[in-house]
């Protein structure tokens, strides 16, 4: 019985706790009313302070009348004030400010009826004094309240939450770390309680922000969180170094420590905002590079009111490239792929926020027909050239069609570039193509062979001027079939992690650093340059699978397995950006370099791809990566079945 009964006790308890913490606001009139009921307190205690003083009120009206006058004045400025509007468990210093002018405000207005009754009547209706000290009761009455609301609703019914919290500690010090702290505080309902900040530097005048402390990063950043005994970390800081910062992901993803970040905010007083883009930490963050400083001038000089073409519009790169290039006004802009329902997705998506003229094309680039029409309609002057086939294994088993894309669509663009006098085609090319091991690599550096000669011909024999610029890079984080989204789909599906060897190693870069890059190259380029990018360091693949296995909240090989399954047709333990005999020259942008390759010439390498396009015609595999590897002496098949042809 006594069990039942502490049962019950129990029940009734968290029954009125449930109730008393999901009250609503209070309506405004109960509000409106306490303030009232403060204002006559406020006199009541204004009149037992000045009857025990030598002050003598004026007979000129009865006590009640004056209460009357001055409530009756003050509920006036509150409704002009609105100062009982406020939600007061949430009041503000605005609030305060309010509640200041409103009572002010009385005393003004009550001031102003003593001395014009004086001027008329000849006597005074209130003492002085005693509006002043009503005008200073009031305020402090009517602030306190809602202080004392305030600190009960913060202090004992938060406490009462406070173990669903999830703590937090902020990594920086900054403006936008406090603002960022400002926010989880204030935000409702809260997820998140603050305990510390970490600051890099190890001396740090003031000892805490916000009543939380500051600790000195100067000991492994686990037993920081350990000793604050959280569990969250947010990077905050954008100016952390970038080994500092791969340091600290390691140390946390060891110990289980979940990383969050804040992207750029734009608006950084906008609490809600600030709160709502807390993300988890990804691996793309780990990419986190300084920003890229574009020549914008330049850029712009290259596309604004210009028609702009884009192939493969709707592939990751191409829609990048779209976006970016949209930011320099060109007149018109065409988006051209063979996919209709990613092209239909990006249009809409663009059409919602550019005013600038969208026009969609579904079209191959392998049609030349097709493509002559479209150069005579719309008369482009700057062309994107990033319509490819790019899958290494698909392109092993359909060399074919690698041929058809990668060279035939590449130099029916170029070749239309030329007879319709564009300004400038810019091709997205690959590492790959770089001592290619693949049918895919091979193809793409044909085709670089093909521009670069072009260029060279044209100039040498002054008949245009198209000026062709030719940019490689690695992997891009994110694009379509990229190594990250498919380890984010096998995480999601519980795993395995499938990758092709222990050693693999790839260069990598994000989106729209890429992207920018390329914008960058097509503007400084004079013409028959190959760019190649600063890709960083390059990144272990398993290591990546790892990291990325962590920051989904698991432990690798056993709550998601890593499975080994060997090296692709063509796939290279690591990518190269030049080749052997290549030199490279700086540009302005450090980032940037020009790849010094042997030229070849244009009537022999344009001679050696149309009989490898009449090759492909047959569909016979092993004819045409034969007559590859003649074009391309360098190109040496791993892992194939045309390793045969080398021999």
């Given at each position: 019985?006594?069990?039942?009964?502490?049962?019950?006790?129990?029940?009734?308890?968290?029954?009125?706790?449930?109730?008393?913490?999901?009250?609503?606001?209070?309506?405004?009139?109960?509000?409106?009313?306490?303030?009232?009921?403060?204002?006559?307190?406020?006199?009541?205690?204004?009149?037992?302070?000045?009857?025990?003083?030598?002050?003598?009120?004026?007979?000129?009206?009865?006590?009640?009348?004056?209460?009357?006058?001055?409530?009756?004045?003050?509920?006036?400025?509150?409704?002009?004030?609105?100062?009982?509007?406020?939600?007061?468990?949430?009041?503000?210093?605005?609030?305060?400010?309010?509640?200041?002018?409103?009572?002010?405000?009385?005393?003004?207005?009550?001031?102003?009826?003593?001395?014009?009754?004086?001027?008329?009547?000849?006597?005074?209706?209130?003492?002085?004094?005693?509006?002043?000290?009503?005008?200073?009761?009031?305020?402090?009455?009517?602030?306190?309240?809602?202080?004392?609301?305030?600190?009960?609703?913060?202090?004992?019914?938060?406490?009462?939450?406070?173990?669903?919290?999830?703590?937090?500690?902020?990594?920086?010090?900054?403006?936008?770390?406090?603002?960022?702290?400002?926010?989880?505080?204030?935000?409702?309902?809260?997820?998140?309680?603050?305990?510390?900040?970490?600051?890099?530097?190890?001396?740090?005048?003031?000892?805490?922000?916000?009543?939380?402390?500051?600790?000195?990063?100067?000991?492994?950043?686990?037993?920081?969180?350990?000793?604050?005994?959280?569990?969250?970390?947010?990077?905050?800081?954008?100016?952390?170094?970038?080994?500092?910062?791969?340091?600290?992901?390691?140390?946390?993803?060891?110990?289980?420590?979940?990383?969050?970040?804040?992207?750029?905010?734009?608006?950084?007083?906008?609490?809600?905002?600030?709160?709502?883009?807390?993300?988890?930490?990804?691996?793309?963050?780990?990419?986190?590079?300084?920003?890229?400083?574009?020549?914008?001038?330049?850029?712009?000089?290259?596309?604004?009111?210009?028609?702009?073409?884009?192939?493969?519009?709707?592939?990751?790169?191409?829609?990048?490239?779209?976006?970016?290039?949209?930011?320099?006004?060109?007149?018109?802009?065409?988006?051209?792929?063979?996919?209709?329902?990613?092209?239909?997705?990006?249009v809409l998506e663009l059409e919602k926020v550019i005013?600038?003229?969208?026009?969609?094309?579904?079209?191959?680039?392998?049609?030349?027909?097709?493509?002559?029409?479209?150069?005579?309609?719309?008369?482009?002057?700057?062309?994107?050239?990033?319509?490819?086939?790019?899958?290494?294994?698909?392109?092993?088993?359909?060399?074919?069609?690698?041929?058809?894309?990668?060279?035939?669509?590449?130099?029916?663009?170029?070749?239309?570039?030329?007879?319709?006098?564009?300004?400038?085609?810019?091709?997205?090319?690959?590492?790959?193509?770089?001592?290619?091991?693949?049918?895919?690599?091979?193809?793409?550096?044909?085709?670089?062979?093909?521009?670069?000669?072009?260029?060279?011909?044209?100039?040498?024999?002054?008949?245009?001027?198209?000026?062709?610029?030719?940019?490689?890079?690695?992997?891009?984080?994110?694009?379509?079939?990229?190594?990250?989204?498919?380890?984010?789909?096998?995480?999601?599906?519980?795993?395995?992690?499938?990758?092709?060897?222990?050693?693999?190693?790839?260069?990598?870069?994000?989106?729209?650093?890429?992207?920018?890059?390329?914008?960058?190259?097509?503007?400084?380029?004079?013409?028959?340059?190959?760019?190649?990018f600063d890709m960083g360091k390059p990144v272990k693949?398993?290591?990546?699978?790892?990291?990325?296995?962590?920051?989904?909240?698991?432990?690798?090989?056993?709550?998601?397995?890593?499975?080994?399954?060997?090296?692709?047709?063509?796939?290279?333990?690591?990518?190269?950006?030049?080749?052997?005999?290549?030199?490279?020259?700086?540009?302005?942008?450090?980032?940037?370099?020009?790849?010094?390759?042997?030229?070849?010439?244009?009537?022999?390498i344009s001679t050696e791809i149309d009989e490898l396009?009449?090759?492909?015609?047959?569909?016979?595999?092993?004819?045409?990566?034969?007559?590859?590897?003649?074009?391309?002496?360098?190109?040496?098949?791993?892992?194939?079945?045309?390793?045969?042809?080398?021999?």
């Open positions: 019985m006594p069990e039942n009964t502490s049962n019950n006790q129990s029940v009734s308890s968290s029954f009125l706790k449930n109730k008393f913490l999901n009250l609503g606001y209070l309506p405004r009139w109960v509000i409106f009313s306490i303030d009232i009921a403060i204002v006559l307190f406020a006199n009541l205690v204004t009149y037992l302070i000045v009857s025990n003083l030598t002050f003598k009120y004026y007979d000129t009206a009865s006590v009640f009348q004056r209460t009357f006058i001055i409530v009756f004045t003050q509920i006036f400025f509150f409704f002009v004030f609105k100062s009982y509007a406020g939600i007061i468990r949430h009041s503000t210093l605005n609030d305060g400010f309010n509640l200041f002018k409103s009572t002010f405000s009385t005393f003004l207005a009550l001031a102003i009826l003593n001395y014009a009754h004086f001027y008329w009547v000849g006597s005074k209706i209130f003492l002085m004094p005693a509006l002043v000290l009503t005008f200073l009761i009031s305020f402090i009455f009517l602030l306190s309240f809602r202080i004392a609301v305030k600190i009960i609703y913060q202090v004992y019914i938060e406490a009462s939450q406070v173990s669903s919290y999830q703590k937090v500690v902020i990594y920086g010090t900054d403006s936008h770390a406090i603002a960022l702290a400002n926010a989880i505080n204030a935000e409702q309902p809260r997820k998140y309680r603050l305990v510390g900040f970490v600051d890099k530097y190890k001396n740090k005048a003031t000892k805490t922000i916000l009543d939380v402390p500051i600790l000195s990063h100067d000991k492994s950043i686990v037993k920081i969180l350990d000793a604050l005994n959280a569990k969250n970390l947010i990077i905050a800081d954008r100016n952390i170094p970038n080994k500092l910062q791969l340091l600290i992901v390691d140390q946390c993803l060891e110990h289980n420590i979940k990383l969050l970040t804040v992207p750029v905010v734009a608006d950084w007083n906008n609490q809600k905002r600030i709160t709502k883009s807390i993300k988890t930490f990804e691996i793309l963050d780990l990419l986190d590079r300084k920003p890229i400083v574009l020549d914008n001038t330049k850029i712009s000089n290259q596309l604004t009111d210009k028609i702009v073409l884009i192939t493969g519009a709707a592939g990751s790169i191409g829609s990048e490239i779209v976006r970016q290039v949209l930011a320099f006004k060109p007149r018109k802009i065409l988006v051209l792929d063979q996919a209709e329902t990613p092209l239909y997705q990006l005013a600038i003229e969208i026009v969609s094309l579904i079209a191959d680039v392998r049609d030349k027909e097709q493509m002559r029409k479209i150069f005579e309609k719309y008369q482009p002057q700057f062309v994107f050239h990033a319509a490819a086939y790019k899958h290494v294994p698909l392109m092993e088993e359909n060399p074919t069609q690698a041929i058809y894309t990668n060279v035939l669509g590449t130099k029916n663009m170029a070749d239309l570039a030329v007879k319709f006098k564009v300004e400038r085609f810019v091709m997205v090319s690959t590492d790959k193509a770089v001592n290619p091991s693949n049918v895919m690599g091979a193809s793409k550096r044909i085709a670089e062979k093909y521009v670069q000669s072009l260029s060279a011909y044209l100039e040498q024999m002054k008949e245009s001027s198209t000026k062709f610029i030719t940019t490689r890079f690695g992997n891009v984080l994110g694009s379509n079939g990229s190594v990250v989204p498919l380890f984010t789909k096998q995480i999601n599906e519980g795993g395995p992690l499938t990758i092709t060897h222990p050693d693999i190693i790839r260069y990598f870069m994000t989106i729209p650093e890429a992207c920018q890059l390329v914008l960058e190259a097509g503007a400084m380029g004079n013409g028959g340059e190959i760019y190649i693949i398993i290591d990546l699978a790892e990291k990325m296995i962590r920051l989904a909240g698991y432990v690798p090989n056993e709550d998601i397995e890593i499975k080994v399954v060997g090296l692709r047709p063509g796939e290279k333990l690591y990518e190269e950006l030049l080749n052997d005999a290549a030199k490279t020259l700086p540009t302005h942008h450090e980032k940037i370099m020009i790849a010094k390759d042997e030229l070849e010439d244009y009537i022999s396009i009449e090759i492909a015609k047959d569909k016979k595999p092993h004819e045409v990566v034969a007559k590859m590897k003649i074009i391309v002496p360098e190109f040496v098949s791993l892992n194939s079945e045309y390793q045969s042809l080398d021999n």
